[in-house]
Structure formats: structure tokens, C-alpha cells
């Protein structure tokens, strides 16, 4: 029986080429943040599930973290790096911001939104701590937009033991979000060799 095993390298790199390749179209369409999401849904977590180390969590069914070593090692890199100037956000000008303990986030975004809470990301933040975020957020479907057309996407996941105590918002423009999963896809491609033999 044969089986697809290129989930961490190849797909993600597959869903990248059909964002470059149809985000001209889906943009004369005002389809391309939507494109953008949906891209985002697949390449980032299913690579990011299936390689990321988590002591509090049970190994993936795959087994790609130990079979997949040096890409798993190459993450463990990356989220150890600063967010700001890494390859997933190369430049210090970005439209990354967050706004910790936001105390709700039910009912229409405008009710609880906190558009002057919200502060350009410290130069101290990791990659480990956005990467979780982003995770969270589209895995739960904790997706927002302002602005129409839309101009930031924002992204929220609950804080404390239970994940209900408070909020952390994270707002973004589509274009450096776009960035982002480039680059994201980007950093699995070193050791593509090794997936093109597996």
C-alpha cells in the first residue's frame, strides 16, 4: 500500500505555489486574504504540528519529529530566535502588534476589539511565543479582520490554566502576513532532499 509522507515539507511547499500562483486572480476578486487563510490553515500547522516539541503534549501519530530529525532540530532553532529579524519577520517595519490580558473577546469584534491596547511586538518576543499564538488561534478559528477592504487580520488565543482567564490579540496586516508564510514555508526547505527520499 503506498501512502503520501511528504506532510512537513511537501505539502506546505505545494500550498505555497498555489498561493503565488492564484493570488493575482484571488486579489481582482477580493479573494486574497481569504486565500490567504486558507493557505496559512494547512501550511503552517500541519508541518508546525507535526515537527513542534511539547513536553506537555502527546507525540504525533506520525512520528515525523524523530523522523525528520534535523528538520525538527531546525525548528527547535527557530522558534528559540527573536521574532523580530528572524526569517519569519525579516524586517524591524512590520505591522506586528499584541495586546495581553484583554479581558473578553465575545460578541462583535467592535465590542471588544482594543485597537489602543494593541503594541508594536518587543524586540524581546520569540518566534516560540508567535508561532504558539498563530497556532492557536487558527486551530480554534479565533480569526478577526478590520478595515473593508480588509487591513489588519487578528489572531486570538486565551491566556491562563484554562485559556479563559484573559486574551492575548495579535493584529497583523495581510501583506507581512503573507510574508510570514512564505518565509515559514521557506525555513522547511533545507533539508527537502531528505523528504524527497523518504
Known sequence: MSEYKNFTRDFPSRCLKILQNQTPKARLQGLE??????TASASFLVPYERLRSDENR???????????????????????????????????????????????????????????????????????????????????????????????????TGTGENFDSSYEVLSVRPEDFYIFICSWVDSLSPFQDLYLAA
Open 33 to 38: 486574504v481569504t486565500l490567504l487563510l486558507m
Open 58 to 156: 502527546m507525540r504525533h501519530p506520525s512520528g515525523d519529529r524523530e523522523r525528520f530529525k534535523n528538520l525538527a532540530d531546525r525548528l527547535d532553532e527557530l522558534t528559540a530566535e527573536k521574532f523580530c529579524g528572524s526569517k519569519l519577520c525579516p524586517s524591524l517595519d512590520n505591522s506586528w502588534k499584541v495586546a495581553k490580558g484583554v479581558p473578553r473577546v465575545d460578541g462583535d469584534l467592535d465590542s471588544w476589539f482594543p485597537p489602543q491596547s494593541l503594541k508594536p511586538f518587543s524586540k524581546d518576543k520569540k518566534v516560540s511565543s508567535t508561532l504558539t499564538l498563530i497556532r492557536n488561534a487558527l486551530a480554534h478559528g479565533n480569526l478577526f479582520t478590520t478595515g473593508n477592504p480588509i487591513e489588519n487580520l487578528i489572531f486570538v
